[in-house]
């Protein structure tokens, strides 16, 4: 299922990103923009920045947006969109 909580969600969508980078022979190394949506911003943000940052590779931090949506799914807290090169 699902997690219920913004720092679980998060750490469960890096762990898809790195999963689907790696299945375009890619790694999270040469993330070139991401975009995230949060279902709570002000509540939220500080807990995933903090998830985020201790994912990210710190020598290779790619442009981010961060705003607040309402998602498709009730129980969704966060979504995450990458773009990465390949070579």
């Known amino acids: 299922g699902t997690a219920t909580d913004i720092k679980n969600q998060t750490a469960n969508v890096l762990k898809k990103v790195d999963d689907l980078l790696a299945q375009a022979n890619t790694d ?7 975009s995230i949506w949060l279902k709570d911003i002000s509540r939220d943000f500080k807990d995933m920045n903090d998830v985020w ?12 947006a961060t705003v607040e949506a309402n998602m498709a799914r009730e129980q969704l807290l966060i979504e995450v969109q990458v773009t990465a090169a390949t070579e």
């Open 28 to 34: 999270k190394s040469k993330l070139l923009t991401s």
């Open 53 to 64: 940052n201790g994912w990210v590779d710190p020598n290779n931090k790619p442009v981010r």
